[in-house]
């Protein structure tokens, strides 16, 4: 509705996971390198937490654009899985093959296991990420912790990603899961943005969507840094609200009130959002 009134050629601030709109903090460098060191690594756990909103799945897809040649990576979106559905899930992303009738947790890791060893015997890497991981139940996590001991003589066949909000640290804290806990190598947890990063990565997605900056006066950076805590998710709702708000007012730049208004209809439209 606004685009040809602020001249964007494209909506600056969806909230679609593009490559081309990601911004990463020092924040996210950091989380992305902890990321790539379990790429790296071969056996055990790498866990990256945060609060909703505060980029983990974006940083996922960007490091599955960085990754290097010679690693195949299984991706789990959806991990509200039992440990068969799990495991015939991994078995599918990476194209291992098992028998159709086979629906045991058995045939499912023989079938990963001949995979894993031919990838091995290639000079391939296999990474397994999973997403939203807090959602996964302890008899699975048990299942990912157990798919860790399928090695040779030398060498680990499969490094496991953990990707998922704070509960996820309170479910592996559990004495039931002392085991996966304890595998774990690297562990980060991703904070939003400060004030800084903020006003950067509105710059960086104005710039990409046509315009500069000057869309917001220098008051209203400040009132979306504050209205949204530095979370980026909330930062694109707040900003694609206030640009509508100003469209609607017949303004070409956005005030610090128009936030301000913006952030009280989003927290009022939007259950959980507390400001």
Same mark, same amino acid.
């Given at each position: 509705?606004?685009?040809?009134?602020?001249?964007?050629?494209?909506?600056?601030?969806?909230?679609?996971?593009?490559?081309?709109?990601?911004?990463?903090?020092?924040?996210?460098?950091?989380?992305?390198?902890?990321?790539?060191?379990?790429?790296?690594?071969?056996?055990?756990?790498?866990?990256?937490?945060?609060?909703?909103?505060?980029?983990?799945?974006?940083?996922?897809?960007?490091?599955?654009?960085?990754?290097?040649?010679?690693?195949?990576?299984?991706?789990?979106?959806?991990?509200?899985?039992?440990?068969?559905?799990?495991?015939?899930?991994?078995?599918?992303?990476?194209?291992?093959?098992?028998?159709?009738?086979?629906?045991?947790?058995?045939?499912?890791?023989?079938?990963?296991? #001949?995979? @894993? &060893?031919? =990838?091995?015997?290639? *000079?391939? %890497? /296999? +990474?397994?990420?999973?997403?939203?991981?807090?959602?996964?139940?302890?008899?699975?996590?048990?299942?990912?912790?157990?798919?860790?001991?399928?090695?040779?003589?030398?060498?680990?066949?499969?490094?496991?990603?953990?990707?998922?909000?704070?509960?996820?640290?309170?479910?592996?804290?559990?004495?039931?899961?002392?085991?996966?806990?304890?595998?774990?190598?690297?562990?980060?947890?991703?904070?939003?943005?400060?004030?800084?990063?903020?006003?950067?990565?509105?710059?960086?997605?104005?710039?990409?969507?046509?315009?500069?900056?000057?869309?917001?006066?220098?008051?209203?950076?400040?009132?979306?840094?504050?209205?949204?805590?530095?979370?980026?998710?909330?930062?694109?709702?707040?900003?694609? #609200?206030? @640009? &509508?708000? =100003?469209?609607?007012? *017949?303004? %070409? /730049? +956005?005030?610090?009130?128009?936030?301000?208004?913006?952030?009280?209809?989003?927290?009022?439209?939007?259950?959980?959002?507390?400001?």
């Amino acid at each position: 509705m606004y685009l040809t009134h602020f001249g964007f050629t494209e909506w600056p601030f969806s909230n679609t996971p593009d490559p081309r709109f990601v911004y990463l903090s020092p924040r996210h460098e950091e989380a992305l390198a902890h990321l790539l060191y379990g790429v790296r690594e071969r056996g055990g756990f790498v866990q990256l937490t945060g609060e909703v909103g505060t980029g983990k799945t974006t940083t996922c897809r960007y490091l599955l654009s960085q990754l290097p040649e010679g690693v195949d990576v299984a991706l789990v979106v959806n991990p509200m899985l039992t440990p068969e559905e799990l495991l015939a899930t991994v078995c599918d992303e990476l194209g291992a093959a098992y028998p159709p009738e086979a629906r045991t947790r058995k045939a499912f890791v023989d079938a990963l296991y #001949r995979h @894993l &060893l031919a =990838a091995h015997g290639h *000079g391939r %890497r /296999t +990474v397994l990420i999973v997403d939203e991981a807090q959602n996964l139940s302890p008899d699975a996590l048990e299942q990912l912790r157990l798919l860790t001991n399928l090695e040779t003589a030398t060498d680990k066949l499969l490094q496991i990603i953990l990707i998922g909000q704070p509960e996820l640290t309170a479910l592996l804290a559990s004495t039931q899961l002392r085991q996966v806990a304890q595998r774990i190598t690297a562990r980060y947890h991703l904070l939003p943005f400060a004030e800084r990063d903020t006003r950067a990565y509105l710059a960086r997605r104005l710039q990409i969507a046509g315009q500069g900056l000057g869309v917001f006066e220098p008051s209203a950076v400040l009132a979306v840094h504050r209205a949204s805590r530095g979370v980026p998710r909330l930062v694109n709702v707040i900003c694609d #609200r206030a @640009l &509508l708000g =100003a469209f609607a007012q *017949g303004t %070409r /730049t +956005v005030s610090a009130r128009t936030v301000r208004r913006a952030a009280r209809e989003v927290a009022g439209e939007e259950r959980g959002v507390r400001r």
